[in-house]
T-cell receptor
Framework: AQSVTQLDSHVSVSEGTPVLLRCNYS??????LFWYVQHPNKGLQLLLK??????LVKGINGFEAEFKKSETSFHLTKPSAHMSDAAEYFC??????????????FGTGTKLQVIP | DGGITQSPKYLFRKEGQNVTLSCEQN?????MYWYRQDPGQGLRLIYY???????QKGDIAEGYSVSREKKESFPLTVTSAQKNPTAFYLC???????????????FGDGTRLSIL
C-alpha cells in the first residue's frame, strides 16, 4: 500500500529566505511523485513531477525537489521565498496497479506562510 | 486554452435535496476524477472514470453518484444520503488512467458546497 506523509502542516519563512517542505512516501512499486500548489479557493496546480528519470527535478516558479530512494523522501525546496509563494502545497504519490487504475494518494498538505 | 471548468463556484443545499456539480474538460483526457477536500485531510477520491459510460467508486463514494455519458463531462450528484456534504469539491482529469502512473492530473477551480 502506498502512503504519503507531509511532515509539517505549517511552515513560516521570511521573504527572500529558503523554503523547505518535507515529504516522505511509501510505495510497493516504482512510484511517480508530484508536488502541487493550491491557492485559496482554487484548484491544484502542478509544480513538478518525478517519473524515474533525473532524481533532481526542476519545476515552475523556481521550485525543485530531489528524489531520495534510500530515504523515501521527496522534499520541495526553493532558494528564495516570494510573497506569491504563500499557499498550500501537496505531495502526491502515484502508481499503476494490475487493475489498470492509476492509484493516487495525496498528502495532507503544508501551508506555507511568507513573512514580509 | 484547454482546461477544466467546474460550476457553480458556490452551491447551497437544503435538507433532503440532491444537488449536481458540473465538470467539463476540453483537454481530450480519457480519465476524470472527483475529490472531496476537507481542512487538514488532503484530497479524498469519490469516483473516477477511465472511459465513457464507465466509472468506479473511490474511497468515499457513499451518498454520491456520477455519470459519464460524454468524454468531456463528468457531473457529480450529492444526494440527500450524504449527511455531511459541506466541503470543497475538486474535479480532475488525466490523459489516461491505465498502468501509466506518471501522468499528472489537471484540476478545476472547485465548487464549495454548504448546507443551508
Amino acid at each position: 500500500a502506498q502512503s504519503v506523509t507531509q511532515l509539517d502542516s505549517h511552515v513560516s519563512v521570511s521573504e527572500g529566505t529558503p523554503v523547505l517542505l518535507r515529504c516522505n512516501y511509501s510505495s510497493s512499486y516504482s512510484p511517480s511523485l508530484f508536488w502541487y500548489v493550491q491557492h485559496p479557493n482554487k484548484g491544484l496546480q502542478l509544480l513538478l513531477k518525478y517519473t524515474s528519470a533525473a532524481t533532481l527535478v526542476k519545476g515552475i516558479n523556481g521550485f525543485e525537489a530531489e528524489f531520495k530512494k534510500s530515504e523515501t523522501s521527496f522534499h520541495l525546496t526553493k532558494p528564495s521565498a516570494h510573497m506569491s509563494d504563500a499557499a498550500e502545497y501537496f505531495c502526491v504519490v502515484s502508481e499503476g496497479n494490475s487493475g489498470g487504475y492509476q492509484k493516487v494518494t495525496f498528502g495532507t498538505g503544508t501551508k506555507l506562510q511568507v513573512i514580509p | 486554452d484547454g482546461g477544466i471548468t467546474q460550476s457553480p463556484k458556490y452551491l447551497f443545499r437544503k435538507e433532503g435535496q440532491n444537488v449536481t456539480l458540473s465538470c467539463e474538460q476540453n483537454l481530450n483526457h480519457d480519465a476524470m476524477y472527483w475529490y472531496r477536500q476537507d481542512p487538514g485531510q488532503g484530497l479524498r477520491l469519490i469516483y473516477y472514470s477511465q472511459i465513457v459510460n464507465d466509472f468506479q467508486k473511490g474511497d468515499i463514494a457513499e451518498g454520491y453518484s456520477v455519470s459519464r455519458e460524454k468524454k468531456e463531462s463528468f457531473p457529480l450528484t450529492v444526494t440527500s444520503a450524504q449527511k455531511n456534504p459541506t466541503a470543497f469539491y475538486l474535479c480532475a482529469s488525466s490523459i489516461e488512467s491505465g498502468t501509466y502512473s506518471n501522468q499528472p492530473q489537471h484540476f478545476g477551480d472547485g465548487t464549495r458546497l454548504s448546507i443551508l
